[in-house]
């Protein structure tokens, strides 16, 4: 694997030190884990009442404008290709 060395200031050392779950993590492992992607469990419940709400509302009006955008490329492309 190939390995890249980089420069951190002390305070950035100490912090990723204390972030070790066991002695023996490698900083990389310490990295990969904290900047790694994440599981919903770790995040559920973190929103609730109207903020949740809010933030579903969000998503479903985003899906919804993705799929007309979606459907008028469609037709779009559809017609250049009569």
Do not use: C, P, Q, W
Request: hydrophobic share 35%; net charge positive; charged share 40%.
């Amino acid at each position: 694997m190939a390995t890249k060395t980089i420069s951190i200031t002390e305070e950035a050392y100490m912090r990723l030190a204390r972030l070790r779950e066991r002695e023996k993590e490698s900083f990389s492992e310490v990295i990969n884990r904290v900047t790694g992607k994440g599981k919903l469990r770790d995040i559920f419940g973190i929103l609730s009442g109207k903020a949740g709400e809010e933030f579903e509302r969000s998503i479903i009006e985003g899906r919804k404008m993705h799929k007309k955008m979606s459907e008028k490329r469609h037709k779009k492309l559809m017609e250049a290709f009569k």
